[in-house]
């Protein structure tokens, strides 16, 4: 198939992925900021927890007034998260917190447990690492394959290293704890990943609304390194050419399907590939810019 059918079937795959469906949402506000949102049902069911939210006559989702400061609303949401789950309403719980904010590394709003971001519908942060190798005039990527015990997409293809941020963490510790737990690649050469996006994944799902902002970066690894998954989250890791990685790209389902946020993230490194076609790479980058923040 050719580039530009390849890069238009990519194009058909996110302009699918990432709509957003016509249901309506409510709101979970802080003052005049919105913190979240979340489906009919799911902001009923919160409402039920009357000593922690109240649904006000403006159809609005706001923490109770005695709950007024980001320590009282973290501490009350740990009950209400753990009945949610204890409900099966949560993805596998990870025993680790979100700082849910009204920007990235501002005063968080509150902290909440990452298996229920999505419910909640609440803006987290990822950092992403694209694990680049040159031989020769070739360039390939490595692709990991997550496990088939992952909570969110088992089994699918993904990026080399790639995490959610948690809170208290910056962008960089995550990329050095995350390249060593899911690659097995050292502190110092960790270091040399380089920023070279910001992407926003928006899209309803199952669990409830993903809004993610991604941190992407590229890391070019010596041939010979070979990543060697250390956490259980990787069953595997293969090298592909660059040149094979739009086919992958454009697959929406099967064992050869990569996940919808891993997929933008290693597209930027095919949107650049200097043998492209042009209208190809006319095709990828407009895809892209619609997902992209500045750097």
Do not use: C
């Amino acid at each position: 198939m050719s580039s530009r059918a390849l890069a238009a079937r990519i194009r058909d795959r996110f302009a699918r992925a990432l709509a957003r469906t016509a249901q309506s949402t409510v709101a979970l506000r802080i003052g005049d900021r919105i913190a979240g949102r979340l489906s009919l049902a799911r902001a009923a069911r919160l409402a039920a927890f009357a000593d922690v939210f109240v649904r006000t006559a403006d159809d609005t989702l706001r923490f109770v007034p005695a709950l007024a400061s980001a320590v009282e609303r973290s501490a009350a949401l740990v009950a209400v998260t753990q009945t949610l789950a204890a409900e099966g309403a949560l993805t596998a719980w990870r025993d680790e917190v979100y700082a849910v904010a009204p920007a990235f590394g501002a005063p968080a709003w509150f902290r909440l447990e990452r298996a229920a971001a999505r419910y909640f519908g609440v803006r987290t942060y990822a950092a992403h690492v694209n694990g680049l190798v040159r031989t020769g005039a070739e360039v390939a990527m490595w692709v990991a394959r997550r496990s088939p015990t992952k909570a969110i997409d088992p089994g699918m293809l993904d990026n080399l290293v790639g995490g959610g941020i948690a809170a208290g963490v910056g962008v960089a510790r995550t990329v050095a704890k995350e390249s060593w737990e899911e690659a097995g690649i050292p502190a110092g050469l960790a270091s040399r990943a380089q920023p070279t996006a910001v992407l926003h994944v928006a899209r309803d799902i199952p669990d409830g609304i993903q809004d993610e902002v991604i941190f992407v970066h590229d890391l070019w690894l010596p041939p010979a390194f070979t990543p060697v998954n250390q956490d259980g989250e990787a069953s595997g890791q293969h090298r592909h050419p660059l040149a094979t990685m739009p086919a992958l790209l454009a697959e929406s389902f099967g064992d050869e399907a990569m996940t919808v946020d891993a997929s933008l993230v290693a597209l930027t490194v095919v949107a650049r590939a200097p043998d492209l076609d042009p209208d190809a790479r006319a095709t990828l980058t407009a895809l892209l810019r619609d997902v992209s923040r500045p750097l």
